[in-house]
């Protein structure tokens, strides 16, 4: 069974960062690409950034790119993304999400409030 499970999330300062990870389990980890999607209060879902199998490629919304960073450990199944500069627009639930024979997985999300 594939899971997903997010952590990281919390309340942080303009200006301030937070390192997202999400473990994942039930799949060959290495072998997939992997996505952070995001959903603000009463806002559809946002891509934020996504990472091939191997990690050397890396992709980017341009609302977060230049302060957020994708990255990944296949010998430890997680997925991480790291947020330097965080905005009070960047205030979402986030997701990591993964296209397993066919079907989109997510996780249940972790929660990012940036607020003074």
């Known amino acids: 069974e594939v899971q997903l499970v997010e952590s990281g999330g919390g309340l942080v300062q303009p200006g301030g960062s937070l390192r997202l990870s999400c473990a994942a389990s039930g799949f060959t980890f290495g072998s997939y690409d992997m996505t952070w999607v995001r959903q603000a209060p009463g806002k559809g879902p946002e891509w934020v950034s996504a990472?091939?199998?191997?990690?050397?490629?890396?992709y980017y919304a341009d609302s977060v790119k230049g302060r957020f960073t994708i990255s990944r450990d296949n010998a430890k199944n997680t997925l991480y993304l790291q947020m330097n500069g965080l905005k009070p627009e960047d205030t979402a639930v986030y997701y990591c999400?993964?296209?397993?024979?066919?079907?989109?997985?997510w996780g249940k999300g972790t929660l990012v409030t940036v607020s003074s």
């Open positions: 999400k993964v296209r397993f024979n066919g079907v989109d997985y």
């Open positions: 990472i091939n199998s191997g990690g050397g490629s890396l």
